[in-house]
């Protein structure tokens, strides 16, 4: 039986914390490769995966004291609630995910970019060259190859900043 009451109050819902990142309620961002909605059937919504770079809405933020004695500012972990703008739920409720690290989001990464072209599309720069997060067709994900065989775009910064 669907709880659709319970799934939509996420533990940080509303609240707004200054945080280390910069963000706030409101605010579009992308989900990172490791994001899993409604685990064990999380109020009777069926689990699934959620796409690398699925835009969310932050629907709530906290700053935390965790972790902080290993940030170099002495900054503890953030945590993120937010709601998915493109993907349903079968009843029609937006795919929630209550309380996760901010690093379930793609630009808690400081290596993350959008493509110097002006295209808007998501990525990350590594020495100096941007590699879109869109995987070649037809190539597997393989993490031991180099990300220039696996990517679908990359962009040498120095060529752009001419």
Known sequence: MLNQEKYLATPNLGQNDANKLGWNVGD???TSSSVRANGYGYCG???MDIPRGTRVAIIGIKQTDLNACYDKNG???VYVD???IDLKN???THVTCG???AWSLLEANPDFMLAPDGSGEIGMVRDGVWYSYAQKPGVPEDFTKP???QR???IELAEVAQ
Do not use: K, T
Request: proline share 4%.
């Open 147 to 149: 990300w220039a065989e």
């Open 75 to 77: 900054v503890g972990d």
């Open 99 to 101: 309380h996760r690290h």
């Open 45 to 47: 919504y069926e689990e």
């Open 82 to 84: 937010f709601q998915c």
């Open 152 to 154: 679908a775009r990359s």
């Open 90 to 92: 079968p009843d029609g």
């Open 28 to 30: 579009i961002l992308h």
